[in-house]
């Protein structure tokens, strides 16, 4: 059964007792709901008519009784009882049976548009029909979530994650290459360094869970997080700071990347509890966050660019300053929503870590590695920094043997292994494609502008290609060729490169531009999405019932563990093949580096899909088929709906495909 925890029980609870009844008043039968797990309990309805709190919803204990002589302000038996919309939504009218989509409808008629009958058509119908149909979307989003979250979620996911994140990415290489003028393999070291947060995700959100501050899980990390992170764009954005401060660079951009995966795994685990209640809203808030967050991508791409080129790299960093402040204003205001625990329950939450030990300790392992990473490419030998790397990779996979479901855990090394055999030699590619005539009098000589703007641009429009097509046509193949078509073509992708290195495009009368627009921009987006697709999907139907947030985030902690190590393993390459990217520069081994490492290695992950990856369809229910371990015993005096959880409900956010295989 389902008891909304929220100061609206109060008015349920009345529609369960006889009118006029004095004392504590009976929880309302909800019994025709029923969930398959008590994990799965609504404790935050949301809706404009929900009482607020901070912005936000206050919560009660859903075992509290209520007494209407306690509480002055509560309604009497007889007054007209106004539920919010979420209790509307489960309950129905009567508060005894659920409340069909077409009851919703009813309530709300504004918040849906459809085109009028066949025979009332006219030219206008079909003309204004985006139009309305996109009212009726802002209304439903407006009506159901409120302004203020909608506000929050436009900060968190357009200007921070959106822009900022982009800026972050995008803004490395120039700022490596012109204001620190350090080599490409120090690059490469840096990029390692600057990403490592995005391994820690699950431990980020496994301490706030789990620690609230001043009796908020999420509020004060976000304020924290985001201070922290505008502290660090100003300093790159005025301190001059030269090649012997480059390390003290990479960790700036390390806080500033920190700061980015706070805000968007707090905000993410918010829209994801929103969703869960209010289901008739269907895909509303993540396609309104995509939205934004690529609005915001497109924004930042656009701008970092022509700032390069024009020699404004330091004030691409000025500029972040204020996105990344600009968070700051809504989460005070308490735009997230958040709930402030009693006083009586801001203590550290131990019984959440003893219910799901295991995988607290392999997110904190995970955590600690990644940071241990970082500091060895920092101090260490390139030969140090592969050792680490491999030796964390074998750690963290067989663990994953020991705490995941034995399928789950083969997927997840798959995935790893994609990842990870996909070597990262960016220190090497992207000096080549944007080094100067003094350095390679015959390259491509690329503009920031180009390879930066433009660039980014087009990876988009096939990245929703590959969509499109894994949507068109993929929907009923099996999980295995379905990893094997985007393999082959990431490989074929790989071949344009190795076609500008060894000019051999120039030879056929093709340019450098259109040739790599054509590899990297189109075939390869095309099968990263290919490949990410069947990837969620596989992990969303093996995940184990009633802690999903949690193993979500844990796996995608893993897929970016497996990017640190690419780049790690990228970085002793570009040693081995002697490739020198600063005067006299010496590109004359980078073909057969891109052959190694973005085509023999890629295809040696294809035998392993014959022992980890399940021959079945995308349609077959792969969780029954699979023994699940039963779910924890709750721990006495816990609440019902908790789990250590870091309620990064999306995969998709997580895994997201961003410029040049981050996630």
Same mark, same amino acid.
């Not at 390879?451 to 929703?464: L, R």
């Given at each position: 059964a389902v008891c909304f925890e929220v100061e609206s029980n109060r008015k349920l609870a009345l529609m369960s007792s006889p009118a006029g009844a004095e004392g504590p008043l009976r929880e309302p039968d909800l019994s025709p709901i029923q969930f398959s797990n008590e994990e799965h309990r609504l404790e935050e309805p949301v809706g404009e008519k929900a009482l607020r709190h901070r912005g936000g919803f206050r919560q009660l204990p859903s075992t509290e009784s209520f007494d209407l002589s306690e509480d002055p302000g509560s309604p009497s038996a007889e007054s007209d009882v106004d539920f919010t919309d979420s209790a509307r939504l489960l309950l129905g009218q009567s508060g005894s049976a659920p409340m069909t989509l077409e009851e919703f409808k009813q309530l709300h008629p504004t918040w849906f548009y459809e085109l009028p009958p066949r025979d009332a058509r006219r030219w206008h119908s079909y003309a204004l029909y985006p139009l309305r149909k996109f009212n009726a979307h802002r209304r439903r989003l407006v009506g159901t979530f409120s302004w203020r979250f909608l506000v929050m979620l436009t900060s968190a996911y357009m200007l921070m994650k959106g822009m900022l994140y982009s800026f972050l990415l995008i803004a490395q290489l120039p700022y490596c290459q012109t204001v620190l003028q350090i080599s490409g393999e120090r690059y490469q070291g840096f990029g390692t360094i600057a990403m490592t947060p995005w391994g820690m995700k699950a431990f980020v959100g496994a301490i706030s869970d789990t620690v609230p501050i001043r009796g908020y899980h999420k509020t004060y990390y976000i304020l924290i997080a985001a201070g922290i992170a505008t502290a660090c764009f100003l300093s790159l954005g005025v301190l001059p700071l030269g090649p012997d401060s480059a390390n003290f660079a990479a960790l700036l951009f390390f806080l500033c990347h920190f700061g980015v995966v706070v805000v968007d795994l707090l905000c993410e685990g918010k829209y994801a509890e929103v969703m869960v209640a209010n289901p008739f809203t269907g895909s509303d808030c993540v396609s309104f966050v995509w939205g934004v967050y690529m609005l915001g991508q497109l924004v930042a791409a656009s701008t970092v660019g022509p700032m390069a080129d024009a020699g404004l790299t330091k004030s691409i960093f000025l500029i972040c300053l204020p996105l990344s402040a600009q968070v700051l204003v809504p989460t005070g205001l308490g735009y997230l929503g958040e709930t402030q625990l009693p006083r009586g329950e801001r203590h550290i939450r131990k019984d959440k870590i003893t219910m799901h030990k295991?995988?607290?300790? &392999? #997110?904190?392992?995970?955590?600690? &590695? #990644?940071v241990g990473l970082a500091i060895t490419t920092l101090l260490g030998t390139d030969t140090a920094v592969l050792s680490f790397s491999l030796i964390a990779s074998v750690l963290l996979n067989g663990l994953a043997f020991k705490?995941?479901?034995p399928m789950l855990a083969r997927c997840n090394l798959y995935m790893f292994l994609v990842a990870a055999m996909y070597i990262q030699i960016d220190g090497a590619l992207d000096y080549f494609y944007t080094a100067s005539p003094d350095c390679l009098e015959n390259g491509p000589h690329f503009s920031y502008t180009f390879?930066?703007?433009?660039?980014?641009?087009?990876?988009?429009?096939?990245?929703?290609?590959g969509v499109f097509v894994f949507q068109a046509f993929l929907g009923g193949w099996r999980f295995r060729p379905l990893f094997w078509i985007p393999t082959l073509l990431r490989v074929a992708a790989s071949t344009v490169d190795i076609s500008i290195v060894r000019r051999w495009n120039t030879a056929a009368g093709l340019s450098d531009h259109a040739t790599y627009m054509l590899?990297?921009?189109m075939v390869y987006q095309v099968a990263y999405m290919l490949e990410f697709m069947p990837a969620v999907l596989l992990n969303s139907k093996l995940c184990p019932k009633g802690i999903e947030a949690t193993i979500y985030s844990l796996l995608a902690g893993y897929q970016n563990f497996g990017q640190s190590v690419a780049r790690s393993i990228g970085l002793y390459l570009i040693g081995v093949f002697k490739i020198e990217t600063s005067a006299p520069c010496n590109f004359d081994n980078l073909s057969w580096l891109i052959l190694v490492s973005h085509f023999i290695l890629p295809l040696l992950t294809i035998p392993f899909t014959f022992w980890l990856i399940p021959n079945m369809k995308m349609t077959d229910d792969l969780f029954a088929a699979t023994p699940q371990p039963p779910p924890p015993a709750r721990m006495a005096g816990s609440r019902a709906g908790d789990s250590y959880g870091v309620e990064d409900a999306s995969m998709m956010a997580d895994l997201s495909p961003t410029l040049r295989d981050t996630a």
């Open positions: 295991k995988i607290f300790g &392999l #997110a904190a392992l995970m955590a600690a &590695l #990644a705490v995941l479901p390879y930066s703007t433009w660039s980014q641009i087009v990876q988009a429009v096939f990245g929703a290609v590899g990297y921009n």
